[in-house]
Nanobody, 124 residues
């Protein structure tokens, strides 16, 4: 059973930073591409960043490119999303995701396990 547990959400002012973490278990972590998606009220879920199993390849949605950085620690089975220069439009519930392949994808359908989500609120 794969389990993903997110932490690190909260309230921050525009221009500020937050770091989200996801702890994974139940799957060989280094063989697993990981990613983060988000869903704002009334909007469809959007995949924002993904990282290959080795950590050598990362892809970002245009909406967060240059502001968010995704990294992983395969010794600790964790993946972190560092978010900087936050904007009110980044307000959403953020979900960690896992897929049973090493290659990173920005497609929601390519991921089979999801965390419970953590709220990020950016005030203007």
């Amino acid at each position: 059973q794969v389990q993903l547990v997110e932490s690190g959400g909260g309230l921050v002012q525009a221009g500020g930073s937050l770091r989200l973490s996801c702890a994974a278990s139940g799957r060989t972590f280094s063989s697993t591409a990981m990613g983060w998606s988000r869903q704002a009220p009334g909007k469809e879920r959007e995949f924002v960043a993904a990282l290959s199993g080795s950590g050598g390849y990362t892809i970002y949605a245009d909406s967060v490119k240059g502001r968010f950085t995704l990294s992983r620690d395969n010794a600790k089975n964790t993946v972190d999303l560092q978010m900087t220069s936050l904007k009110p439009e980044d307000t959403a519930v953020y979900y960690c995701a896992s897929r049973p392949f090493t290659s990173a994808r920005l497609n929601l359908d390519d991921y089979d396990y999801w965390g419970q989500g953590t709220q990020v609120t950016v005030s203007s």
